[in-house]
């Protein structure tokens, strides 16, 4: 037993020095690092970074060195650029209104550290024409089981059979196949309008499921299928210029437009390790996707998706001394890890 004894206490000694040791190191010698906000600009028609240097005041820089007041990204600070009246009236060759360009302004993000964890499948059921016009905290939510996605009444913890029973007569007619894979929405009252969840099946079809008026309606975007969908965002923009966003086998973005029709775009990234940041404008989308070496950016066409320009950047490269760590920046799990 004593013998047992030191090999235990010799292992849990090397373990702690692969977690202590490189542990330090790393604190010592990594240096912070932020990389510049950066847009594609529909002035400029090149992707333009936010210089913050010690005197030299707020301006951009584009891929070739030239420098720029905030008019490089006249959409984006439009609110800015009208207060002083040096908003511009015409841009991309056609009259703009601040209306319009606040109106097309799009912002989506996703992290991994929200997509690696389990979660019970429960889903806030919203009202998505209330009676008053204003959404409203809902109350009943969606529970996903094996055989069926049931509807239960909050407020006294109760399913309420009828209501389930023709929601789940609506899936099967559109050919859903239990159980639900995935469920994507935004159940928070603060927000314009509802557009009730994006939910896969065991076959990977992917449907749109929303209350109105008290019943649940069921649809099916027939040109999704077959792309193996992993990863949905429902997008729920003023412009209405898409239902949402999906990702497909290959790890290619595409955009789902309101009529069902589903858009490919070069844009490749990995939503289980990879950042997203989606800024779009009345002109051009900029994605950009991040991992620990650096960072990509794809500008996309707004009215069609279409590829415009790519940029990568990569981090600074510095000497990681590796070894054991218990936690990852891409989940919230703490386990042994290299």
Not at 142 to 157: F, H, P, Q, T, Y
Not at 190 to 215: H, M, S
Request: net charge negative.
């Amino acid at each position: 037993m004593k013998r047992y004894g030191q090999i235990f206490l010799g292992l849990s000694l090397v373990a702690l020095l692969l977690w202590v040791l490189p542990w330090l190191y790393n604190l010592i010698t990594l240096k912070p690092y932020s990389t510049p906000f950066t847009l594609y600009s529909c002035t400029v028609h090149d992707f333009t970074s936010l210089d913050r240097s010690e005197g030299r005041g707020f301006q951009f820089v584009d891929t070739k060195g030239n420098v720029y007041g905030d008019e490089a990204q006249p959409t984006f600070y439009a609110s800015v650029l009208a207060s002083r009246g040096t908003l511009p009236d015409t841009l991309e060759g056609r009259k703009v209104t601040l209306e319009e360009i606040e109106q097309n302004a799009v912002i989506a993000s996703s992290d991994p550290k929200d997509l690696n964890r389990t979660l019970p499948p429960v889903y806030l059921l919203l009202e998505s024409v209330p009676e008053r016009l204003e959404l409203k905290d809902p109350e009943d939510a969606l529970v996903s089981r094996k055989g069926s996605i049931d509807i239960v009444e909050m407020a006294s913890n109760t399913l309420r059979e009828e209501k389930t029973r023709l929601f789940n007569a609506a899936l099967q007619a559109e050919g859903f196949v239990y159980p639900a894979r995935y469920f994507a929405g935004k159940p928070s009252h603060r927000k314009a309008y509802d557009e009730g969840y994006l939910v896969t099946d065991a076959e990977n079809k992917v449907f749109q499921v929303k209350q109105i008026n008290d019943t649940v309606h069921v649809r099916h975007f027939p040109h999704a299928d077959g792309l193996g969908v992993h990863f949905m965002l429902i997008t729920e923009f003023d412009n209405h210029a898409t239902l949402g966003y999906l990702v497909s086998a290959d790890n290619h973005l595409h955009m789902l437009r309101p009529d069902g029709e589903v858009v490919r775009t070069e844009v490749v990234f990995d939503p289980h390790k990879e950042d997203l940041l989606l800024v779009g404008d009345l002109f051009y989308y900029t994605v950009k996707t991040s991992t620990e070496k650096g960072e990509r950016f794809w500008a996309l066409r707004s009215s069609d998706f279409s590829l415009v320009d790519t940029l990568e950047r990569p981090y600074p490269h510095e000497w990681s001394f590796p070894g054991l760590s218990f936690t990852s920046s891409n989940d919230g799990w703490v386990k042994p890890r290299i």
